[in-house]
Structures are given as C-alpha cells and as structure tokens.
C-alpha cells in the first residue's frame, strides 16, 4: 500500500488549503486514517483521524472547529480540509493508515503502520 499526500501550500493566516491522501493498493486491512504533522524541532503530532467503516472522526484542540477530515471510501482517498489557518499549522503534514481497531489508538502516530510522504504547509502572518 503507497500513501501520496498532496495540496500542501504557503498561505497567508486565515486562508484555507485542502490537503489531499491518495491510497493505492490493498487497503482492506486500514481501520483509520489519520492526518499528523511536524513542526521544525518538535514532535509529529496528531492532527485528525477518521475511522473508514463509520467515518467517525476525532480532532486535535488545536484544530478543532477549523480543520474538517473526510473520506471517499470509492477512490480511497482521505481529504483535511483545512480553513481560518494559523502561523502556527505550519509543519509537514503527514497522511497515515492504521490496522489497530482500538478507538484510542486513533491518536498514536505509533499505532499507524504506513506513511506518506509528507506535503508542507506553510502559514504567515
């Protein structure tokens, strides 16, 4: 299974991107998904996560009510709809697969088996 995420960008705070994770391959096995980022000198952390079967979602704090995650089971492809972007969002954004049906482990990056690449945003004041 490759994991190819897209739409990354350089913004101007309060603007909108659309971040786009393209699945190929045999992705029976993936419970979630879920979308992570790295900020220069920091940890990769959680930013949304989506369960496949019920679409069910859960969300940092600090994106909550800003950053909107969906999924199309059909071209499975897993979108982070991000608006009303802040300085501090930028980092590189990571889409990621996950196998674990535990609900919490939505929020581990060590619970995601496969990675994308990685797609940088950018946000300035």
């Known amino acids: 299974v490759q994991l190819q995420a897209s739409g990354g960008g350089m913004v101007q705070a309060g603007a909108s991107l659309r971040l786009s994770c393209a699945a190929s391959?045999?992705?029976?096995?993936?419970?979630?998904m879920g979308w992570f980022r790295q900020a220069p000198g920091k940890e990769r952390e959680f930013v949304a996560g989506?369960?496949?079967?019920?679409?069910?979602?859960a969300y940092s704090d600090s994106v909550k009510g800003r950053f909107t995650i969906s999924r199309e089971n059909a071209k499975n492809t897993v979108a982070l709809q991000m608006n009303i972007l802040k300085p501090e969002d930028t980092a590189v954004y990571y889409c990621?697969?996950?196998?674990?049906?535990?609900?919490?482990?939505?929020?581990?990056?060590?619970?995601?088996?496969?990675w994308g690449q990685g797609t940088q945003v950018t946000v300035s004041s």
């Open positions: 391959g045999d992705t029976s096995s993936h419970f979630f």
């Open positions: 990621a697969a996950s196998d674990r049906i535990i609900w919490s482990s939505i929020y581990n990056p060590q619970a995601y088996g496969q």
């Open positions: 989506i369960r496949v079967s019920s679409r069910s979602t």
